[in-house]
């Protein structure tokens, strides 16, 4: 009698096909199998993000959401598109790159914590950070006991517990940073208090993971899972001991503003990939390799933050996906069946949100934060993601999870992530909390000793010469410190996942930009602006925005009335070139300006940059600069006008005030009947009252001087306005208003710089000075303000199409 044929293996996967004219199908090859894989991947999550943006959820839920509906609870419900696009001989190659990205992202994951932050953490963020680790713990033992009679039965009690009490005590630190920038919370109270607390759970949370998987190998004596937690505590310290020295080594030799060598990238890598070797041979998990050596790399200097650009978008963005994929592979959601096991679901969900919203809320408030701040910090602490699903898939590999918990678990971290941005939208209104009234919203006040407010903004390193010599002569006279400036460093939040520049630029345990109580940071910004406000009179207040750009004005607009500024400093969307041209550094800069000179709560300047002072700042003794005020009329005028003045009370400020006028003899006609379209008919008094008001100063001050001169048409307006083009600034106001203004083109390309803006942007113009174009506060624009400006939206958009 024959003996039954052994079942065959399927034979490993060559890695390249000959070709479909060879006979080949490339899907029965490894290679172009795993380029369909990603690509389908990579498409799918990212149409996935598209859909769910309105809903400003983070791109984790849509890739976890990716990875379910193309595993077996969705299209892997077709036996032949799971035995085509995800064949079992394929998903080695698929989880082996999928633990490659995975690998490099906790990397980056552990670069973004910073251990000297960590040691800072305050009081209250530590105990809400224990509590919010404690409480759910607790409960997902008690969980962990219900789903053993149940669903979980003869798995083996230890670790399935600490996996429990772990899963349900997760905050995840990554997705937290995204959802609070997207939510404009990252410089908050309770946005910096999540933060801290949520780098406190990370941290316990991996070593509760280590102890987990310590418990969890296959070894009958408990001797093993000693030997495996004593040998991961001596791979810890001897990092400690021989990581830092090494990487502060490298660190010193990255110059600012210089690339970074390619050996020390190279080498660290390296080291990434030998830390992970080590760690699974150890038997934790390669991961934990990867973490510690990101957490010991330093956080200052150009370093970090080459090692990001270096790794991140090709991790997170071609291979992180293909692990939400291999989770959503194991992830059979037809699995739940019957009362039971919704009900179960339904349990761990209660159970997670519960513990650890109500955890972190009774703390909260017992560190005496309003209720809505504690009810909102509770919503965010219960963020789940990509951390949740790797303890879940290291609990599947190692047996602890069966196919019915894994998907009860992924679901819950789903739901979790997703109710959180709503629920904080719904109850978290910081933008309606501040106070919005106030008096002072214009330069142009009657009691000018009252102290002015300043929003300076700037999105490079570049202005920042200019801004900081525009503030020096802001501040009028060395006695008196009339000046509070904030200098808010605008930042955009791209689609990249690592939160490692929000997270150091809002450092230091909830001070903005700096901490005045460390060492100071050697990002040359703070470093400028300190060194300023050490040896001026001016009080700065450097901050951050980070925000998309199609929202980025909202921060700025809310900044400025939380503030209570009277004049915001936006920069120009060009910078001039070598040759004198101007060229287009962001077109979505032009829409920013736009959008705050539409809706602005205080006067506004655009800065056209064409170094004031040089390269850098110049001393007060030093100061020696010519400003030109061309005054035609008008409100923005009027302010352009009051803003030199204060400037000219600097000993180092000589102001020329240029009025033009109409010639009489063409004082009539049409040029009188448009301006009788377009003008205020209260300007021209009020004009004439602060000229007065100008003149008698004058007679005491002679760093003022006051001109006026007669034109009778545009060409002549612009042969004596060519005259003044010797001086340092001109401040200029956007619409003016009066006979003269009447003659020039209103229609212009840069509208947001008004008619005489861009008459001294022109290449016809010659001159170096910067410019200054001010427009003053009013209640209600102007409709020919709003109309220009709305106009340039239009044409933009018909160029764009």
Known sequence: MATPAAPKCPAPMKATSNGVFQGDDPLDYALPLAIVQICLVLVLTRVLAYLLRPLRQP????????????????????????????????????????NFGLLFFLFLVGLELDPKSLRRTGKNALCIALAGISFPFALGIGTSFALRATISQGVNQGPFLVFMGVALSITA?????????????????????????????????????ALAIALSGNGSSPLISLWVLLCGSGFVLLCIFIGPPIFKWMARRCTEGEPVDEIYVCATLAAVLAAGFVTDTIGIHALFGAFVLGVLVPKEGPFAGALVEKVEDLVSGLFLPLYFVSSGLKTNVATIQGAQSWGLLVLVIFTSCFGKI?????????????????????????TKGLVELIVLNIGRDRGVLNDQTFAIMVLMALFTTFITTPIVISIYKPAKLAVTEYKHRTIERKDTSKQVRMLTCFYSTRNIPTLINLIEVSRGTAKKEGLRVYAMHLMELSERSSAILMVHKVKRNGLPFW?????SDSNQVVVAFETFEHLSKVSIRPTTAISPMNSMHEDIITSAESKRVALIILPFHKHQRLDGH??????????????????????????????????????????DFTITILFFG??????????????????GITLAVVRFVVDPEVAGGSVKLDMNQNSCPEAQPQDEVVISGLKQRISKDGSIKY?????????????????????????????????VVASLNKKSECPELGPIGNLLISPEFSTTASILVVQQYRSQLSQDALSSLEEGESSDGNVSN
Not at 69 to 86: N, W
Not at 592 to 603: D, I
Not at 642 to 647: E, H
């Open 582 to 623: 101007f060229d287009t550094t962001r077109t979505d800069l032009r829409h920013v300006n736009r959008r705050v000179l539409q809706q602005a709560p205080c006067s506004v300047g655009i800065l056209v940059d064409r170094g004031l002072g040089g390269a850098s700042h110049v001393s007060a003794s030093n100061v």
């Open 515 to 519: 901490n005045k109580g460390e060492v």
């Open 358 to 382: 109500v955890g972190t809320i009774v703390v909260s408030l017992l560190c005496k934060m309003p209720i809505q701040e504690a009810l909102t910090l509770g919503f965010l602490m219960n």
């Open 707 to 739: 001109e006026e001169r007669t034109v009778k048409d545009a060409a002549e307006t612009f042969e004596e306005i060519k005259s003044y083009n010797r001086c340092n600034l001109y401040l200029v106001g956007r619409m003016p208003e009066g006979q």
């Open 59 to 98: 791109r984790v839920v849509a890739e976890i959401i990716g990875g379910i509906l193309l595993g077996p609870s969705a299209l892997g419900r077709s036996e032949k598109y799971l035995h085509t696009i995800f064949p079992p001989k394929s998903l080695t190659v698929l989880d082996t790159l999928a």
């Open 634 to 651: 008008g409100h923005d005028d009027r302010e352009a006008l009051a803003y030199g003045v204060r400037m000219a009370e600097h000993p």
């Open 173 to 209: 630190f990554p997705v937290l940073a995204r959802i609070l920038a997207e939510l404009k919370l990252l410089t908050t109270d309770v946005g910096r208090m999540a933060m801290s607390a949520a780098a406190v759970n990370d941290v316990a949370a991996w070593i509760l993971l």
